[in-house]
């Protein structure tokens, strides 16, 4: 039985307090909170194992080496990748979409090849396009969003063309919450030729994912919103593709030997991992995959389903806020954004904050597609597996209450 007021128990942040107020944290979409056993698992690395990887003969770099590499398998479990040679440690999702864009986008695109992405990208899945459409002359294509601020698939087909090299598109919207249907885009995107990448930063840590049934070529996702620290990411890249790529960065660790005048690559997946990686975090993020399997990301994902549509429903309540997205949990995620009235969402965050809650507001990185809404900025409120209907109606309470302040701002 999922039991969120358990789990609660499991994150010591939780008992503290802010502005004298229970924290109430819904800024899940920006970061998660991390689990004693998480805290414990990088201390304990330092405590006892601490030493760098692959390259000593030592005890502790075995250890070392053996913890990282462990965490490589868990890590490809958890995303059904069926083997680790396609699984490659970065910084965070957007080094991750980086290392796609300049290993294999750069080099294989020209001036009349497209990139083909969605209306609701964040800038971590918009921005590396505009530097490769901008080296190397391709263009950049969108797909737009219904009015409900889903994808529109009708234009799909209008859009997809043999010109279209690469497909890449967020799994979930981190500001209206839509889940986009992979395997769909993926199949058509991949019938005229095109490489799919999937920015999976809020789907992977929100639902079940398996790369192979999905089928996609890349995905990427951060550690830091799954319960893991913060500075790990992870590229899962098909092997084949990832072989007939050139590295990302060099260095140490993804050469295998090396003149003055040139070297020869490691395999997969080092080959991607250049210099000493985050040891320690990759270790503590393998805590995080424990903690997760054992909830089950099936009842995650159904936990937030429950959360969103009591949320949404309370929210909705209230005539002077307007929410953006499906409105509908079956197909969103654990992601609400709102406006009250006319109050910009700084000054909600702000008096929100000063109940304890945490939200965050603002162009969520995502600047296109609030200029798409004629908005500046929305609040939004993000869940994970420690929230509560409990706080869902403290955070409709502290709006009532930040409303009476600003009582002119909707009359
Ligand atoms: N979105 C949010 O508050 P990094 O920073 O590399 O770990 O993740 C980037 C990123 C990429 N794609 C999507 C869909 C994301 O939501 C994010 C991060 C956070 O919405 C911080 S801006």
Redesign the pocket.
């Known amino acids: 039985m999922f039991d969120a007021k358990l789990i609660q128990k499991d994150f010591p942040i939780l008992n503290r307090q802010v502005h004298g107020k229970r924290l109430v944290y819904l800024?899940n979409?920006?970061t998660t909170q991390k689990p004693a056993s998480v805290i414990a698992a990088e201390k304990e690395y330092y405590e006892q194992s601490n030493s760098n990887i692959h390259r000593g003969i030592h005890t502790l770099s075995e250890e070392a080496t053996t913890q990282y590499e462990g965490v490589r398998e868990k890590t490809a479990a958890f995303i059904g990748a069926g083997s680790t040679e396609g699984v490659i440690f970065t910084r965070?999702?957007?080094?991750a979409i980086n290392l796609v864009a300049w290993s294999w986008a750069r080099r294989h695109l020209k001036k009349g090849d497209e990139v083909l992405l969605t209306a609701a990208e964040?800038h971590?899945?918009l921005v590396p396009w505009q530097l490769v459409a901008r080296a190397t002359g391709a263009k950049l294509q969108f797909i737009p969003l219904t009015p409900q601020g889903e994808l529109d698939l009708k234009r799909l087909d209008a859009l997809l063309s043999r010109r279209t090299k690469l497909v890449s598109f967020?799994a979930?919207?981190?500001v209206l919450g839509t889940i986009t249907p992979v395997k769909d885009i993926t199949r058509r995107a991949h019938a005229v030729g095109a490489k799919v990448l999937v920015?999976a930063?809020?789907a992977v840590p929100h639902m079940p994912i398996n790369v192979q049934e999905a089928a996609c070529d890349f995905l990427a996702f951060?550690a830091?919103?799954m319960l893991g620290p913060t500075g790990v990411?992870v590229l899962y890249g098909r092997p084949e593709l990832l072989d007939t790529m050139e590295p990302f960065l060099g260095g140490g660790d993804m050469i295998l030997e090396v003149w003055r005048d040139h070297s020869t690559w490691n395999e997969l997946p080092w080959k991607f991992e250049a210099g000493t990686p985050n040891i320690s975090g990759v270790v503590a993020f393998g805590a995080a995959l424990n903690y997760l399997n054992r909830l089950g990301m099936a009842a995650v994902r159904q936990h937030e389903k429950d959360l969103t549509a009591y949320a949404l429903a309370q929210l909705g309540k209230d005539p002077h806020v307007t929410i953006y997205g499906p409105r509908d949990a079956e197909r969103q995620g654990g992601v609400v954004s709102f406006n009250y009235g006319a109050i910009h969402p700084h000054d909600l965050g702000t008096l929100l904050d000063q109940e304890g809650i945490a939200i965050?507001a603002g162009h969520?990185?995502c600047q296109p597609l609030m200029r798409d809404y004629d908005i500046s900025g929305t609040a939004r409120a993000s869940f994970y597996v420690y929230n509560t209907r409990d706080d869902v109606d403290a955070l409709v309470a502290a709006i009532k209450k930040a409303a009476t302040v600003f009582s002119g701002a909707f009359s």
Do not use: F
Request: glycine fraction near 4%; aromatic fraction near 0%.
């Open positions: 800024d979409a920006a965070n999702t957007t080094e964040h971590s899945n967020t979930m919207s981190n920015d930063a809020q951060s830091h919103k990411g965050r969520h990185c």
